[in-house]
Nanobody
Framework: QVQLVESGGGLVQAKDSLRLSCAAS????????MGWFRQPPGKEREFVAT????????YYADSVKGRFTISRDNSKNMVALQMNSLKPEDTAVYYC???????????????????????WGQGALVTVSS
């Protein structure tokens, strides 16, 4: 199983950029779809983005499409989320995830997307002020 540790959260102003990183351990990393979820204050966790095992395909929630970019470096066991043009509604705890093989890239389309995640990081808080 993959173990995940996020870094890079913080407080920024609207329209600023921020980059989250996720360090993964475990031999299966290069064969695993990876992604990011987030949990805004007082709300349920929601899907943000996924990236295929090779890094060749990505999938985004409509709310972040065009502003966020997910990437990975399999040689370093790292996943990143570049967040541009941040909005106050992007304020949330962001979780790096390893996606279950059966769920795949479109885990966000499941009725309960959380069920398609096999490993979660501890979370990184991102606060966007207006």
């Amino acid at each position: 199983q993959v173990q995940l540790v996020e870094s890079g959260g913080g407080l920024v102003q609207a329209k600023d950029s921020l980059r989250l990183s996720c360090a993964a351990s475990g031999r299966a990393f290069s064969r695993t779809v990876m992604g990011w979820f987030r949990q805004p204050p007082g709300k349920e966790r929601e899907f943000v983005a996924t990236i295929s095992a090779s890094g060749g395909s990505t999938y985004y929630a409509d709310s972040v499409k065009g502003r966020f970019t997910i990437s990975r470096d399999n040689s370093k066991n790292m996943v990143a989320l570049q967040m541009n043009s941040l909005k106050p509604e992007d304020t949330a705890v962001y979780y790096c995830v390893a996606v279950s093989e059966w769920a795949g890239l479109r885990v966000g389309e499941l009725e309960i997307p959380n069920n398609g995640v096999e490993a979660w990081g501890q979370g990184a808080l991102v606060t966007v002020s207006s």
